[in-house]
């Protein structure tokens, strides 16, 4: 099992800026992807940013501009810049890691139990 540890959420007011963080300590396992997706009350889970082992990052069209995704490789984490804070930028955020096991010699996917980022309106 892969527990991924997030933190950096909270309140911000609209024009803001927070810093999500999310690590996953350990070293049975080699991480491939990582990134952050977000769940606003009534909607389903999306795509906010996602970046490579190798560093090529992908965003979601509503967060490009505002935010940038990075990751330390060495330890395990990534972390997710995001400026200029709307209100419809509220949700639960969730870490998600792409791993291979070496234990289980298998391909997996985890989440974090997800941090909570509101902007009021």
């Known amino acids: 099992q892969v527990q991924l540890v997030e933190s950096g959420g909270g309140l911000v007011q609209a024009g803001g800026s927070l810093r999500l963080s999310c690590e996953a300590p350990?070293?049975?396992?080699?991480?491939?992807?990582m990134g952050w997706y977000r769940q606003a009350p009534g909607k389903q889970r999306e795509l906010v940013a996602t970046?490579?082992?190798?560093?090529?990052?992908n965003y979601a069209e509503s967060m490009k501009g505002r935010c940038t995704i990075t990751r330390d490789n060495a330890k395990n984490t990534v972390h997710l810049q995001m400026n200029n804070l709307k209100p419809e930028d509220t949700g639960v955020y969730y870490c998600?890691?792409?791993?291979?096991?070496?234990?289980?010699?298998?391909?997996?996917?985890?989440w974090g139990q997800g941090t909570q980022v509101t902007v009021p309106s």
């Open positions: 998600n890691a792409d791993v291979w096991s070496n234990v289980r010699l298998a391909h997996e996917v985890y």
């Open positions: 970046i490579s082992s190798g560093g090529i990052s």
């Open positions: 350990g070293s049975s396992f080699r991480i491939n992807a």
